[in-house]
């Protein structure tokens, strides 16, 4: 039986001072396009001997930006407990699992459950390579465990009550090494409006970038070190990236995609982590973000759909956007 690519890394608790991040993060949203949830369970164990599990929550609303929220809270490691096999991870009263979530931070709560994904995206298709960087120069691992689900359930903020049937989501599980990057563009999406089927998740570090697209039941990875490296012939393309303006393109597979992610500047979610060695990264999500993407499948006619309900982030060690960032680790 192969280990659940949500199974803990990291042989949490770890001693005071010896570095390491573990993240379980997910996204959610009806598919009206109302309003978009994201949340994270997080352990972190930095060099200056800080240590605690966390808890996240935002909640960005569409239509009246004034009522979107965001919520954290911090727990001791003694109110942590990671588990495998089944893996389970406890933080405080909150429990994630691989087909469920539930968890309560300030006026925020979820209970969520879905069927898991069959198919887990990594930036990087050799585990052996991947392995091998994490050792040696402390890169870190990602899967994308369940990269394309639908979620049912209920969220409350306060006294409103947004209630969920088959919602598109995602949720995603990162071990952050002893050098962490410095930054990095993101973004997924399975809330298309011409393709019900069709998911597109981009990841980018530094100058080397990982696409996956999955559209008519198959799936079509493009993250082979000829994908990735940027001196192949054969490598994904970054055409244009600033903060909220994201245009990318790959080939290879049997697929040609060309894809247009932009961010509604109303809508940012600003977040800081602090990482491993005790520096922050600042992150500025947008979880309703507009995306267009245009493919063609076996040399087949090209096809263009669209959606509203991206899920992006750019992320750096200054701020990539104007205004507050929360927790505040100062």
Request: glycine share 8%; aromatic share 10%; with cysteine.
């Amino acid at each position: 039986m192969q280990p659940d690519p949500n199974d803990p890394v990291m042989d949490w608790p770890l001693e005071a001072g010896e570095p390491g991040r573990e993240v379980w993060y997910s996204l959610v949203g009806p598919r009206d396009g109302s309003v978009a949830f994201w949340y994270r369970y997080t352990l972190l164990s930095t060099t200056d001997g800080r240590q605690e599990g966390r808890l996240w929550a935002a909640l960005t609303d569409r239509r009246n930006p004034e009522d979107s929220t965001f919520v954290t809270e911090s727990f001791a490691f003694e109110d942590v407990w990671p588990d495998a096999d089944p893996f389970e991870l406890t933080v405080g009263d909150a429990v994630l699992t691989s087909a469920s979530a539930t968890g309560e931070v300030g006026n925020v709560a979820w209970d969520l459950e879905y069927d898991p994904d069959t198919y887990a995206f990594t930036p990087l298709r050799s585990e052996r390579l991947t392995d091998l960087l994490s050792r040696t120069i402390g890169t870190g691992k990602h899967w994308s465990r369940n990269e394309s689900v639908f979620m049912s359930g209920e969220i409350t903020v306060g006294d409103r009550t947004v209630e969920l049937e088959d919602a598109p989501g995602h949720q995603g599980h990162t071990v952050s090494g002893a050098s962490p990057p410095e930054e990095w563009t993101w973004v997924q999406c399975n809330d298309f409006d011409e393709e019900e089927s069709a998911v597109l998740e981009a990841l980018r570090l530094d100058d080397k970038l990982s696409l996956c697209l999955r559209v008519g039941g198959k799936v079509y990875p493009l993250n082979r070190l000829k994908h990735v490296l940027p001196a192949s012939p054969s490598a994904n393309r970054i055409d244009h990236d600033e903060v909220g303006h994201w245009r990318f393109s790959g080939s290879g597979e049997g697929v040609e995609l060309q894809a247009t992610v932009e961010a509604d500047p109303e809508h940012w979610q600003r977040v800081a982590y602090l990482v491993p060695d005790g520096s922050v990264r600042y992150n500025a999500h947008c979880s309703i973000s507009e995306l267009t993407l245009t493919y063609s499948v076996d040399g087949g006619e090209p096809r263009t759909i669209t959606s509203d309900a991206a899920r992006a982030e750019w992320v750096d060690t200054r701020p990539p956007v104007d205004g507050e960032y929360e927790p505040d680790w100062e």
